[in-house]
């Protein structure tokens, strides 16, 4: 199932069965989305992701962050971060992302990918610190990237193309049934920002 061209409709589920998702076109102006992607890489404290795979200690090219409304700790890929306190600028994002998407959230995941040679590989979200079910909304800045979903077991997949200023969220069951990945492209050259707002089981 291709959404590449899809019409913005935010009442509409993306995923053809065991999971929901909602796409939000433009939530920000072309100007707005700007000024937070400015903002955001002046005032975030990037560092290098790190993963361990196969038992190797790997830093990626990507950059990361992890902030929350109390020190949550996060695990995943066998590296647990702790969240550092909301700046002014990811709680204005969070206040908007909520009332867009009509959820909660008490923490974000930030991603800075530099160009398309930066991805992520196929995933889920599953983690055990976070809330069973809840929803996660991503709001991408900077170029527009293409995410695919792949069903666990009948590996039918989903394509968007997310845009600058757009809002992404994964409800329900999503995590459970569906992987999800940012594939990598030589066609894209300017950075991206993605912040996946997510709730810690408290």
């Keep these: ?3 590449f061209n899809s019409k913005d409709n935010k009442t509409i589920n993306r995923l053809p069965k065991d999971g929901e998702l909602y796409y939000y076109d433009s939530i920000l102006s072309a100007e707005m989305a700007t ?3 400015r903002q ?3 005032e975030i ?3 290098q992701d790190e993963v361990y795979i196969f038992g190797k200690h790997i830093f990626t090219k990507r950059e990361v962050a992890w902030y929350g409304e109390k020190p949550f700790t996060y695990t995943y890929s066998g590296i647990t971060k702790k969240a550092r306190p909301w700046t002014p600028t990811l709680n204005q994002m969070k206040a908007l992302v909520e009332q867009e998407s009509g959820q909660t959230y008490n923490s974000c995941l930030l991603n800075l990918y530099h160009n398309g040679n930066e991805g992520m590989n196929w995933h889920s ?3 055990k610190d976070l809330a069973p079910y809840a ?3 991503s709001v991408s800045l900077g170029a527009a990237r293409p995410f695919a979903f792949k069903h666990k077991q009948s590996k039918e997949k989903v ?3 997310l845009h600058h200023g757009s809002l992404l969220v994964m409800k329900g069951e999503t995590q459970r049934h569906w992987l999800h990945s940012l594939p990598k492209s030589q066609k894209v050259i300017k950075p991206r920002i993605n912040l996946t707002f997510r709730q810690i089981a408290k």
């Design 1 to 3: 199932m291709d959404l």
């Design 35 to 37: 000024n937070y992607f």
């Design 40 to 42: 955001l890489m002046q």
């Design 45 to 47: 404290q990037w560092q």
């Design 125 to 127: 979200d599953d983690e």
């Design 135 to 137: 929803a996660i909304a």
């Design 159 to 161: 394509k968007l193309q």
